[in-house]
């Protein structure tokens, strides 16, 4: 069993990778939310749109198979502790590193990027994280949302264990039914972003990419209950994987033909063809690239040498502590003379190495393990 997860393992350790490149991208032109930006996205240029095809190609799917890789190891812990011990254990494992980002992580990194200059940093806590006047999720608004669905599978556990009935075995979705649902994924998103567009939300929370979180993460526990992951089907992993390729330029060409390159945008939400084509475009990205990202490293990196293991040890780690490598190498390059793109792969370069040594030293401290 155990060799038989460690692709689960390395495709977390890639994910996590991927989002250190990808706030990276957002700093030199991509399209999205990041503490420090270090290009004018006024003007259009190739670079800015080229990264923002690409954060939207990965914001399509990425944080989804987080939540959904999180949701597949939960059925068994909660089987194993009960109730109590495994509730107690979750809110350790995401409570306490999720109050050290709101409270150090987060508002140290802010006031460095932004604020150093003009107050001292005792003064940025006086004036914006005591006060509460700003919110400083950033990244962890993920175990925000965690420790809510976490609360929601314990509800939902203490109700189902009173009905004594057995579940009928659910086989792996077929293409009709996986159709369906991209379908119904993207008209709810579109009704959601009629009052949360993206980028918008109480607590952190961008409520407007929730359908498809809330949908994967319901998805890994149903794929653990019925052993999904051993049944991928080779011919509907390779079908959706080139319907979530086919789908990517069609958002840029709608865009295009809808005046993107004038200046006309309004994909963020509301009753707008590019709103509904964004909306309805993101699930056949995700569900593409998830079956194929699952089907992928299950072949090729089912394994756990001594480098991928360290790696996947400390991934977690990283993900916490990745913006203030990433924002302090951004002002490190500030003023250099590169084009953004080459200093995109510097700094993310950088920022990697640099996140999970930081991470394996963080985890020497005794009692770091217990909750890293």
């Not at 806590?125 to 005591?130: A, R, S, T």
């Not at 789908?247 to 865009?255: E, R, S, T």
């Not at 990697?352 to 005794?366: K, L």
Request: glycine letters at 8%; charged letters at 15%.
């Amino acid at each position: 069993m155990k060799q038989r997860l460690d692709y689960l393992d390395n495709l977390r350790t890639a994910l996590t990778v991927l989002v250190l490149v990808f706030h990276t991208s957002i700093a030199y032109g991509g399209a999205g939310s990041w503490i420090l930006e270090d290009v004018d996205k006024s003007e259009l240029s190739a670079t800015i749109i080229l990264f923002t095809i690409f954060t939207a190609v990965c914001q399509a799917f990425f944080m989804g198979l987080f939540f959904f890789l999180t949701a597949y190891f939960i059925p068994a812990s909660y089987d194993r502790k009960g109730a109590a011990k495994f509730l107690k254990d979750r809110l350790i494992r995401l409570g306490i590193p999720l109050a050290i980002y709101y409270f150090m992580i987060g508002p140290i990194t802010s006031w460095f990027a932004h604020a150093r200059e003009q107050l001292t940093i005792g003064q940025y806590y006086q004036e914006y994280v005591w006060s509460f006047k700003q919110t400083f999720f950033g990244p962890a608004w993920f175990l925000e949302a965690s420790i809510y669905f976490t609360l929601l599978y314990v509800l939902y556990r203490l109700i189902a264990g009173r009905v004594s009935r057995q579940p009928k075995p659910i086989p792996f979705p077929s293409g009709a039914r996986l159709l369906i649902v991209a379908i119904a994924l993207g008209l709810v998103a579109f009704v959601v972003r009629l009052v949360y567009p993206t980028g918008e939300g109480p607590l952190g929370l961008q409520l407007g990419y929730f359908p498809s979180y809330i949908a994967l993460f319901v998805a890994g526990i149903i794929a653990y209950r019925n052993g999904w992951l051993n049944q991928i089907p080779d011919r509907l992993a390779k079908t959706w994987k080139w319907v979530g390729i086919g789908a990517i330029p069609v958002l840029p060409i709608v865009f295009i033909a809808t005046g993107a390159l004038d200046g006309h945008l309004e994909f963020e939400g509301g009753l707008t063809l590019q709103a509904w084509c964004y909306a309805l475009w993101e699930p056949f990205v995700c569900i593409g690239i998830v079956i194929a990202l699952l089907a992928w490293f299950q072949r090729k990196f089912n394994s756990a040498g001594r480098i991928r293991k360290w790696m996947s040890t400390n991934a977690y780690t990283v993900y916490l502590i990745h913006p203030p490598a990433i924002v302090g190498w951004t002002v490190a390059f500030h003023g250099v003379e590169l084009p953004p793109f080459v200093k995109w792969v510097i700094v993310s370069l950088l920022s990697v190495g640099v996140c999970f040594a930081a991470a394996s030293a963080i985890r020497a401290i005794p009692g770091a393990k217990r909750v890293l």
